[in-house]
């Protein structure tokens, strides 16, 4: 059965060019979006509003950007600036138990939603996202990887920092391509999970000696993982790709004073694949929100 919306607003507020293939995925679909900051085509089901409130006003539910907003409740967005800062008095204008999706939430929003009583809902939560998600993520940290260096990532040592969806997808990519690959968990489940794939495994009491001589290191995980102390120990030509979510797992001023070369690169799938990761969201989204407005 294909869904149908029939009129039901819905506020699709920031983000990049995975939302704007979102957005006409919704309208196609008969849904009445309201997009803020977004450079669609105005066309049927397509309402383009100069504000969140205005944005907001009427809608049954929320889609904010991939990574969500900052800690100043600035959204993310590639196409306008200065960006505009969502508030717990905006979204109280919201029907208790409205839904709000997002990619990754931080402490700021979870406390927004949950102060005007609405339902939030992680989309990097969800496998069917995430998963398909790791592959662009993946291919974007590699493309970055070598931009930014002057080997190849055949023959290079690498480090994967965490063994989430995003880390396993990432280092049985770099495996292929002839990288000689480390990855570090503190879980003994994925440590023997890697293992069983045919990759070296380490846990964090190891970080230092394994990361002395690598080449690439890639981390995923959302806390300081590399402080200056384990900084101090790499190889001056090390690069360091950091893909967790803002502000990262990386000390950036210590890899600047010591002039290691370190790359915060959160919602690559946005920038480096906007077509298949607006396709994914394309795909699942429809049919959380269909759930939610009890459309099926």
Do not use: W
Not at 72 to 94: C, D, H, N, Q, R
Not at 135 to 151: F, H, K, L, V, Y
Not at 265 to 292: D, H
């Amino acid at each position: 059965m294909q869904l149908r919306f029939e009129g039901a607003a819905i506020a699709l507020i920031g983000g990049d060019a995975r939302e704007v293939i979102l957005a006409e995925r919704l309208a196609a679909m008969g849904a009445r979006v309201k997009v803020v900051g977004l450079p669609v085509k105005c066309c049927q089901g397509i309402e383009k509003c100069t504000g969140i409130a205005g944005g907001l006003q009427g809608a049954r539910a929320v889609i904010l950007p991939v990574p969500g907003i900052n800690d100043s409740g600035e959204l993310y967005t590639a196409f306008i600036k200065p960006p505009p800062v969502l508030s717990v008095e905006l979204l109280s204008v919201l029907p208790p138990g409205t839904p709000v999706l997002v990619g990754v939430a931080r402490k700021v929003l979870r406390e927004m939603t949950d102060n005007a009583g609405l339902k939030l809902i992680e989309l990097m939560k969800l496998d069917e996202v995430a998963l398909l998600n790791s592959i662009p993520s993946a291919e974007g940290a590699i493309q970055m990887a070598m931009e930014n260096s002057d080997i190849t990532i055949h023959g290079s040592k690498s480090l994967v920092l965490g063994f989430g969806r995003t880390g396993v997808t990432l280092a049985l990519k770099l495996k292929a391509l002839g990288s000689r690959l480390t990855v570090v968990a503190r879980n003994a489940d994925q440590r023997a999970r890697a293992a069983a794939m045919g990759l070296e495994a380490a846990d964090f009491t190891r970080l230092g000696p394994e990361a002395s001589d690598a080449d690439f290191l890639f981390n995923t995980v959302p806390e300081i993982i590399l402080g200056e102390g384990e900084l101090k120990g790499l190889l001056p030509s090390a690069l360091i790709i950091d893909l967790a979510s803002s502000p990262g797992g990386t000390n950036f001023k210590a890899a600047e004073k010591l002039g290691i070369k370190a790359i915060l690169a959160p919602g690559l799938p946005g920038r480096v694949a906007p077509r298949t990761a607006g396709r994914i969201l394309a795909e699942v989204v429809p049919r959380i929100l269909a759930k939610e407005l009890a459309l099926v």
